[in-house]
């Protein structure tokens, strides 16, 4: 299986640097730009199944990444953006030293309160990937957020932190990895 891993395309949340968690903010149209220039950069490769975060952003990017009508994106709330609790909104640079150590360096630092942890985003993300391998699909595409993708790209890769945090995705980046007899690898990224 061949699991292509990517990131919502810009909103206006994104471009004014302000955190984005679980605001369900739609793409703004260089976020459409993003995510058609991302499928075209795939070429004609297509979808056995299009999975997606329950925000528009995610929802409409899936949409046009994988070539699918809205109705018919595999919908899951363990692909959600990270809770960023009262820090939502927040200018990237004005969050206060607590958050924006966390952020920079979670593998040091601890959550703040009121934001979810790491510990939350890997489990999440684990389940998810465990209940991915059950099936069968031969390309699968999974759109999520800035955050969660981080996790997402340490459990596909089998990664022993379980996370990938540095660098981080931009919007409408793509990571392909694959699961072949029980072991994940990374393939490739594919910027725009």
Known sequence: ??????????????KNHLMQ???????????????????????????????SSPLQRAIHTASIIGNTPPDKILIDERLIET???????????????SMSFYWACPEFFNAPKTVETLESMIERSYSFVQDLEKQK???????????????????LADNPRK?????????CEIRVFSFENGIHSYIKKISI
């Not at 968690?21 to 199944?49: H, S, V, Y």
């Not at 996370?163 to 919007?171: D, G």
């Open 137 to 155: 699909y031969k390309n699968v595409l999974i759109t999520c957020h800035g955050g969660i993708m981080r996790v997402l790209s340490g459990c």
């Open 83 to 97: 809770d960023f609790g009262k820090y939502e909104k927040r200018n990237y640079m004005q969050m206060g030293l």
């Open 163 to 171: 996370y990938i945090w540095r660098p981080k995705p931009h919007n």
């Open 21 to 51: 968690g679980r605001t369900d903010e739609p793409l703004n149209e260089k976020g459409i730009l993003q995510a058609q220039k991302a499928r075209c950069a795939l070429g004609n490769i297509t979808f056995d199944a299009v999975y």
């Open 1 to 14: 299986m061949k699991i292509w891993l990517t990131r919502h395309g810009q909103t206006n949340l994104n």
